[in-house]
């Protein structure tokens, strides 16, 4: 009589079986450990107890069960057994995979499974189905074993797509500069720019910037042989030494280049940069001063030319393209050397099942040994004191911990390590804090490009980073970041798309595209081109909001300490337990269902804290909108619930359901937009925002202007 196997989850089906599931897991009590006898009835009630039957003719029988617990997003299998008589035909297997489509389903992350190192067939059957082993660990006193920590990666759907191999290059030279430097970068500047350092000009402290930066090695500065030679024929000094030439000779020179090569490049520049003059042979003297000073730029390899000539700052793409010299406005450049800080001291905190603090070098180095990750070949001629290292712990110890070398020169990248132990049920909310930290910390002052160690043993940590937007290098073993650090506009597109190139080698649209766009078009440094959609490409540039025409937004009310704790906007409250929703990337927003109009997926969410309470009445940050999701007041996803800061949702509303919204790249505001701007704005209405309400594309333009202003 042919038999018929199938799974069972729900109580009423497995309760009549509960005594074969038990016995079964007492005779295996060597290998599966000891459960008292209502653990078996409360994980069956709970839904954690997946039993598979057999029936034959009219009788059905115990087969086997896969018994799991665990926290989201993280499952933890903790029995699996099979009736010997079932053995070897693939049922542990498919118990096995019944849980990974369950958790795939249901939005968790991995399966862990804690699994004695001398029972080599049940570690064969996890390392067959895909378990990586992490790492030993001791277990108990008694039996003095060593267990083997192995952990599963579920393919689950990411709330944002992660850019695929379809949608990028093979080789992946994505977030390389677009000319890379060997050491400190090499800069040749024009004579105006020297003049700004000793006149007192308007860019004069600009110009002092940058000549800084070359004294702490951030950069090389150098002249060009023109540019002594201009400064002879404009000389008053005739007869006696001349200080200001005196002084610009004890600025370091470009290597002197082959005749020939200057001598055919000439024209060509020329034509490139004065198209006009050059074709009606009028240049000026000026002009051809110009054209010397980049001919020997472009001749000495250098990576860049400052210089504040709109001429010249014009002729930049078709320069960078066909030379790859980069041109560059010496605001623009002292913009960009203001880089992180390096006298990092993080203050203890605390959250309700957290400490963050500064771990010593010594815990340090025992964390890394004891995960087995390998980080010296990463850190090169480094060491552990040259990085800023955060740690966040829990009573039994450290649960992960982020080292970060900031970029000391202007196109190199700052250097990431993240190592979290993976089986914690708390992995991806540690990871997820510490990477975004290390985000955040990066780019607070200007826009930057971090490399991350990526290590094999590390899937949690791995698939966070890719949501926050890190790329993977092919043949590299790091992951790849650039973070803008500021909302992006029309009017900062052009600089925007500049800095994703010298950081990057990210080239894209010259025009400022409408959010309207399925996709646009950009290439990679190594030319290879290919289409990506405005999402995905804010995603990669996170944190940043791209407040594009076509895009609008919605304003939402929010009181003074549920914005502290949600968005991080009042120092006041830092002296406080931090909340478990500032650990995330993703947060949740409650509202009522009366507002599910104006919450639209992908659109801008701008946050207006209440004038109650002590509040600012004012918009403090926005953020972009993830998902949008009805569910009931009494049985809110857990998923959802640990991004929010509202414990008891019901309080919001009379009805039975809430509004959740789960959003992402939040800014806080420099300066934030009170309700006066607002209305001058004209997205006020006469109830003040004390309900969610649409603005249009040009309101958030307005209030992304207002908010950074300085920017």
């Known amino acids: 009589m042919t038999s018929k196997f199938f799974i069972r989850r729900d109580f009423a089906d497995i309760e009549p079986f509960l005594d074969a599931v038990r016995a079964q897991a007492d005779s295996e009590r060597e290998a599966l450990g000891f459960l008292p006898e209502p653990a078996y009835a409360e994980h069956a009630r709970q839904r954690k107890l997946i039993l598979l039957l057999t029936k034959v003719g009219k009788v059905t029988s115990y087969t086997g069960h896969l018994l799991f617990g665990g926290i989201f997003p993280h499952l933890r299998v903790r029995q699996i057994c099979i009736a010997p008589k ?199 003297t000026t002009d051809n001063s110009d054209v010397a000073h980049l001919v020997h730029a472009i001749a000495a390899g250098a990576s860049g030319y400052i210089t504040s000539d709109a001429k010249v700052l014009s002729a930049r793409d078709a320069l960078m393209a066909e030379y790859g010299l980069d041109i560059i406005g010496l605001s623009e450049f002292a913009d960009l050397i203001d880089l992180p800080a390096d006298d990092f001291v993080e203050p203890e905190k605390h959250a309700k099942h957290f400490r963050i603090s500064q771990p010593a070098i010594d815990e340090t180095r025992s964390f890394f040994n004891e995960e087995s990750a390998s980080i010296d070949g990463f850190m090169g001629e480094a ?51 510490l990477i975004s930290e290390q985000i955040r910390s990066c780019s607070r002052k200007r826009a930057c490009r971090i490399s991350m160690l990526d290590f094999p043993s590390q899937p949690i940590t791995r698939r966070i980073a890719l949501s926050q937007g890190y790329q993977i290098a092919s043949g590299a073993g790091a992951l790849a970041k650039i973070a803008l650090g500021y909302p992006v506009t029309d009017k900062n597109w052009p600089r925007s798309r500049l800095l994703a190139e010298r950081l990057a080698g990210l080239k894209l649209p010259k025009t400022c595209p409408s959010y309207d766009k399925t996709e646009i078009k950009i290439a990679t440094s190594n030319l290879k081109s290919f289409q990506i959609n405005l999402f995905d490409l804010e995603t990669i540039l996170s944190p940043t909001l791209f407040a594009f025409s076509k895009r609008g937004g919605v304003i939402v009310p929010i009181a003074r300490t549920f914005a502290a704790d949600l968005l991080g906007t009042d120092d006041q409250f830092s002296f406080l337990d931090l ?133």
Not at 138 to 149: A, C, D, F, H, Y
Not at 403 to 413: E, H, I, S, T, Y
């Open 86 to 284: 079932y053995r070897r035909q693939g049922h542990a297997t498919t118990l096995l995979r019944a849980l990974i489509s369950q958790g795939e389903k249901e939005g968790y992350l991995s399966i862990t499974a804690n699994v004695a190192a001398d029972l080599t067939a049940a570690n064969s059957f996890y390392e067959t189905n895909g378990f990586l082993s992490l790492r030993l660990k001791s277990g108990g006193l008694t039996r003095n074993r060593k267990i083997n920590v192995r952990v599963l990666e579920l393919e689950t759907p990411s709330l944002i797509p992660l850019m695929t191999a379809r949608q990028q290059p093979s080789s992946i030279q994505v977030l390389l500069p677009a000319k890379p430097s060997h050491g400190v970068p090499l800069y040749a500047i024009d004579l105006n720019v020297f003049f700004d350092l000793i006149r007192t000009r308007a860019r004069t402290e600009k110009a002092g910037a940058i000549f800084e930066a070359a004294m702490r090695h951030q950069i090389r500065l150098a002249t060009s042989q023109e540019f002594v030679r201009e400064l002879q024929r404009t000389s008053n000094y005739k007869n006696i030494d001349d200080p200001v030439l005196s002084l610009a000779k004890r600025i370091p020179s470009l290597p002197k280049q082959d005749e020939g090569t200057i001598e055919k490049l000439l024209p060509v520049i020329a034509k490139t940069v004065f198209p006009e003059r050059f074709a009606n042979k009028r240049l000026k």
């Open 383 to 433: 060491n552990l004191h040259d990085y800023q290292r955060l740690s966040v712990s829990d009573d039994d110890g450290i649960i992960g911990i982020s080292l970060l070398k900031p970029a000391r020169a202007l196109d190199a990248p700052s250097q990431s390590i993240v190592s979290v132990r993976q089986e914690h049920p708390f992995a991806s909310t540690v990871a997820d804090f």
């Open 579 to 711: 909340p478990e929703a500032q650990f995330l990337s993703r947060r949740t927003y409650f509202n009522t269902i009366r507002a599910s109009r104006a919450m639209i997926r992908g659109s801008a969410i701008a946050f207006y804290e209440s004038s109650k309470g002590g509040g600012r009445g004012a918009i403090v940050a926005i953020a972009r909108i993830l998902d949008v999701t009805s569910t009931p007041v009494d049985c809110v996803p857990e998923a959802l619930q640990r991004g929010a800061v509202v414990e008891t949702p019901g309080t919001l509303t009379k009805s039975e359901r809430v509004l959740a919204t789960t959003f992402d790249n939040l800014l806080v505001l420099r300066n934030p937009v009170h309700l006066k701007t607002l209305r001058k704005i004209g997205c006020a209405t006469g109830a003040n925002f004390v309900s969610a309400t649409r603005i249009s594309p040009s309101h958030l333009k307005a209030i992304v202007a207002a908010g950074w202003s300085n920017e």
